[in-house]
């Protein structure tokens, strides 16, 4: 859309006919403007009643206050006045707009003035289009608060969402019919909006982001384009030739209301919609930019509610006071209780505000197991820091219910590395923290493990021991219900009052007695299952020979118990086996005493 007529020429020096000198001089942020009255007054109503107004009838020096888009706006306007010839484009209509109504070139003073040239190009060209609303709406910045009292702002933000709705709404169709006439896979639709998005001010951007909800965007658009956004927008500080105080502190600024924009606009939107990792990262973002506490209690929140789909990385979040620990494990608690709140609320019914996904007992306990095993890992990497205080690491502990770990070898070998990684600590202290350890929890290999560990105290290793010992035992007596009779007895005698290291010194060996016993046991049990496929297969036809030999051989056995045969060997055997008896059960009769705990 073209205006038409000669070009003027503008400054200090120059004048519009070479012949005609210039009545009026107009200063617009300290630039003059040469030019005549009579072009202005015919168009522009506010420099009409400025010129009209004024006491002095031989006027020659204005000055305009306030000027929207400053001198770039205001030559445009005069060289409208003087029907000089330039184009309205995207690029300088919403400037143009802007200085048409502070200037009042309605069409009270002149039929198709300026106003009215900008409104019928904004309706015909730009709201029609979703890329060039966008490019008049990144015009705007700069022309507030007059772009926005005209509303010239709204209008944008408007046509912004209608044409993306309508887009997304025939594109859906568009790939409807093609698929229903074609066997091909479909292909996913990006909205090439998402990313043009990002080059608006986070101010207009909320607005943007709220008036497509309400259009009906697709929320996975609208969510792809806050990750966008977040992720061009949210860069680190880069060198710049200014101070590099000032440059920070403006950065900083402008990247908090950021993170507490965009945290506002992920509220609304349900919770398994927006990926785990993006939540920790706008938490990490929060942190280092200091934004408020309500922003971060925010993202705290909804990573608590899902934590059990978390690894280990997300939470290894760095500390941002000096003087505390490495990690920030205030946060990471934070989290945990939001977790553990949500179990007890046990999902269904609750009103806290966010999607449910009506997840069962059975199911809630699942998740716990995972946080548990989670919380263990978490344990294990923050424990080695020198900084961190025992009371905090026992707390964090202390926070899982018991019924969170089923084995707690997790949690022995992260108070492992505490206990290696502050020497320090007291003989009590060290007690105190090993107690949290449930000892009948602890594997076979953990408690070897412990057992043998001198970090631990005393009184901790001799309790993993006897409860070893316990298990020992229970696993005997549950597998070899048929050979009762080599399992060690215990005696009922009260025993001798022992120190601990000599009892801790007694359930050792005892140990290992019965671990070479359970493995003469298993040998055995081996050997009969063997025997019993070999009895199968006979019984099927499948080795009839082998079969017959088998039993064959078992007669020969049986019968060498019988009555009359090997009367002689009986008779030289039976003082030796007399012996063997009585050596057995004095070594029992010990062995009990000194398992007496």
């Known amino acids: 859309m073209g205006l038409h007529s000669t070009s003027p020429r503008f400054g200090n020096s120059r004048r519009i006919f070479s012949d005609v000198a210039g009545d009026i001089t107009i200063y617009v942020d300290g630039q003059p403007f040469l030019l005549h009255k009579f072009p202005l007054m015919t168009r522009c109503g506010r420099i009409r009643r400025l010129i009209s107004e004024s006491r002095d009838p031989d006027l020659s020096k204005l000055e305009l206050q306030n000027v929207p888009g400053g001198t770039v706006s205001f030559e445009l306007a005069a060289k409208f006045c003087y029907g000089s010839n330039f184009e309205i484009t995207p690029a300088n209509v919403s400037h143009l707009h802007c200085i048409a109504h502070y200037l009042d070139m309605s069409e009270d003073y002149q039929e198709e003035n300026l106003i009215s040239r900008t409104e019928t190009y904004l309706n015909e060209i730009i709201f029609k289009s979703l890329e060039k609303s966008l490019q008049v709406l990144c015009g705007c910045e700069g022309l507030d608060p007059l772009a926005e009292d005209i509303g010239l702002v ?11 709705s309508t887009e997304q709404l025939v594109s859906g169709l568009a790939h409807l019919e093609y698929h229903s006439e074609s066997n091909r896979s479909r292909t996913c639709y990006q909205d090439w909006w998402v990313e043009d998005l990002s080059v608006l001010k986070v101010e207009y951007y909320k607005r943007v982001i709220g008036s497509m909800r309400r259009a009906g965007v697709r929320t996975d658009s609208i969510i792809n384009s806050i990750m966008h956004y977040a992720q061009t927008s949210l860069k680190p500080i880069e060198s710049q030739e200014c101070n590099m105080w000032e440059m920070g502190s403006l950065v900083s600024d402008r990247q908090r209301s950021i993170v507490v924009t965009l945290v506002e606009l992920l509220s609304l939107e349900k919770l398994s919609s927006v990926p785990l990792s993006f939540l920790f990262g706008m938490l990490r973002m929060a942190i280092e930019v200091d934004a408020v506490f ?109 019924y969170a770990r089923v084995v707690d070898d997790g949690l022995y070998r992260a108070i492992d590395i505490y206990l290696k990684a502050h020497p320090s600590l007291t003989e009590s202290e060290c007690t105190k923290l090993c107690k949290l350890i449930d000892c009948e929890k602890l594997s076979i290999d953990a408690a070897n493990h412990a057992s043998q560990n001198e970090r631990l105290p005393v009184q901790i290793s001799v309790r993993i021991l006897y409860f070893e010992q316990l298990r020992l035992k229970s696993a005997l007596l549950s597998n070899s219900t048929s050979y009762s009779h080599r399992i060690i007895p215990t005696s009922g005698a009260p025993s001798a009052p022992v120190s601990p290291r000599d009892n801790y010194a007694s359930l050792r060996r005892e140990n290992r007695e019965l671990r070479l ?49 090997g009367r002689k060997k009986e008779k030289n055997d039976g003082r030796k086996v007399q012996g063997r008896n009585e050596g057995r059960n004095r070594r029992r009769n010990r062995s009990a005493e000194k398992s007496t705990f």
């Open 517 to 565: 016993e359970i493995g003469r046991m298993r040998v055995r049990i081996t050997e009969l299952e063997k025997e019993q496929e070999v009895i199968k297969r006979g019984m099927r036809g499948e080795s009839a020979k082998a079969f017959f030999g088998y039993i064959s051989k078992g007669l020969v056995r049986m019968t060498s118990f019988g009555p009359g045969v």
């Open 154 to 164: 709204g209008r944008c933000i408007e046509s912004i969402a209608f044409n993306a």
């Open 294 to 402: 309500e922003t971060r209690i925010e993202l705290e929140k909804r990573i608590g509610l899902q934590l059990d789909m978390a690894s280990l990385d997300d939470l290894l979040i760095s500390s941002t006071q000096s003087s505390d620990s490495v990690y920030d494990v205030d946060t990471v608690h934070r989290i945990l209780v939001n977790f553990l709140q949500k179990i007890e609320e046990d999902g269904p019914g609750d009103d806290s505000g966010y999607e449910s996904d009506g997840t069962s007992g059975p199911v809630n306990h699942a998740a716990v197991l995972k946080v548990g095993r989670l919380m263990d890992g978490y344990l294990a990497e923050i424990a080695p820091d020198p900084y961190l205080k025992l009371q905090k690491f026992m707390t964090f502990i202390e926070l899982l219910p018991d």
